[in-house]
């Protein structure tokens, strides 16, 4: 008896809440039946503030303005190639004021070169062979904002990612003319960025990536993004550019490179920074720094770029969908979308990639049954078989590696 009193009391509290949700909507949530207590509708959260960033849109929603980062509302992300303006910014310092490209030198050190060397960017561009890759670079903590109990740093949404065409020469290449002794482990960076305090002593990030990293065939130093200089604000005049790692590791305002013999110990390297639980904890869980690992694949993800969520059509009338998937595999192999809260999924059309670590394009025609409100979910799989799961996946102090199924909130009305 006490089962079915309670079974009845759960089933009338759910009921209350769909229908004070329809209200704040505006229509009846189809399907309201497959929510859960972790998932609230999409259209109850709010928009951003703009930004005011030299060289970037307006339209850019300001999270922290020293250092500046900000990131893009996923419906402007709708292009193949994320336009300059509109691409996010994530700065740990303050940008280099008016460097000049015609002195910009890159220096080689470390533990594991056999010679130290020096190139000006004409050097660079003039004695390598130049190449352009389309890569997707997404900062590790993406998604930020979703985590519960919530997480340190920028509260990021969605729009932490861009997907970009950049102009440079494969690091390896480099490398190879510079030299690496037999125990080359790591590739560190600096850059010409200021720490916060204004202590020229202190580097406001100093990350890297294993050596065999570094020796990929994607993996390059940048100084185009889009066929243009790469924006003051994404780093120019001169880049790393890594992808399916998490952003922080393509150092910006690049000036020394060094290879080390050990995993790298510089700004951001060590502590809680980009890195996550060894091992899966509770949510709101302290966690030793001992106990934590360093993020080096980013998830495989997806996001719905069209139409932007809140849309409203007419009952009968389809409803076209795109987006974007990209993974740190080799590719994405499917995408598929719901419109009942994650019970049922059908394929969305699916182009192949550029190239590894580029984003691949999606699209779908949608028909809703009924009038009401609806989300439409995305979800991705890479060759590896991994796919986006519904809800927020395992909880880290500092929020990083979010990529549950992106969602958009649509009304049809008769």
């Not at 940048?222 to 066929?227: F, I, L, Q, R, Y």
Request: glycine share 8%; net charge positive.
């Amino acid at each position: 008896m006490a089962d079915k009193v309670h079974n009845h009391r759960r089933k009338f509290l759910k009921n209350t809440l769909l229908q004070s949700i329809a209200l704040a909507i505006g229509a009846p949530v189809v399907y309201g039946k497959n929510l859960t207590k972790d998932i609230l509708p999409i259209a109850l959260f709010e928009e951003g503030i703009l930004s005011k960033i030299p060289g970037k849109s307006d339209l850019l929603t300001l999270l922290n303005d020293r250092p500046v980062n900000a990131e893009t509302p996923a419906h402007l992300l709708d292009n193949d190639l994320t336009p300059n303006d509109l691409f996010f910014v994530r700065n740990n310092g303050i940008p280099p004021s008016n460097p000049d490209k015609n002195q910009w030198t890159l220096s080689f050190d470390g533990e594991s070169v056999k010679s130290k060397k020096t190139y000006s960017l004409e050097e660079l561009k003039n004695k390598f062979e130049p190449v352009k890759l389309i890569i997707t670079l997404e900062c590790g903590g993406n998604g930020r904002k979703e985590f519960n109990p919530p997480a340190k740093g920028n509260q990021w949404s969605t729009g932490a990612v861009g997907c970009a065409e950049w102009t440079g020469v494969k690091l390896k290449d480099v490398l190879k003319d510079v030299g690496l002794k037999s125990d080359a482990t790591y590739l560190a960076y600096y850059g010409k960025d200021s720490h916060l305090s204004g202590d020229p002593k202190k580097d406001s990030i100093s990350r890297g990536v294993p050596i065999q990293k570094a020796m990929e065939d994607e993996s390059i130093i940048a100084w185009e993004m889009n066929g243009k200089d790469i924006p003051l604000m994404n780093g120019y005049p001169l880049r790393l550019v890594f992808g399916g790692y998490p952003a922080s590791c393509s150092g910006k305002w690049l000036s020394k490179i060094a290879i080390r013999n050990k995993v790298h110990d510089g700004a951001k390297m060590g502590g809680q920074s980009y890195r996550i639980p060894c091992d899966p904890v509770a949510p709101g869980a302290k966690v030793e720094d001992s106990e934590m690992c360093i993020i080096e694949n980013m998830p495989v993800k997806s996001l719905i770029t069209y139409p932007q969520t809140g849309a409203t059509i007419k009952k009968n009338q389809s409803l076209p969908i795109r987006g974007h998937a990209w993974t740190h595999e080799l590719s994405i192999k499917l995408v598929e979308y719901s419109i009942d809260f994650g019970i049922n999924w059908k394929p969305c059309n699916l182009l192949p990639a550029t190239n590894r670590y580029a984003w691949q394009n999606f699209s779908a025609e949608i028909q809703f049954p009924k009038t009401g409100y609806y989300e439409v979910w995305a979800r991705a799989t890479d060759s590896s078989g991994d796919s986006q799961p519904i809800i927020l996946p395992g909880w880290n102090p500092k929020g990083y590696l979010n990529n549950a199924c992106h969602r958009i909130a649509i009304k049809v009305e008769s």
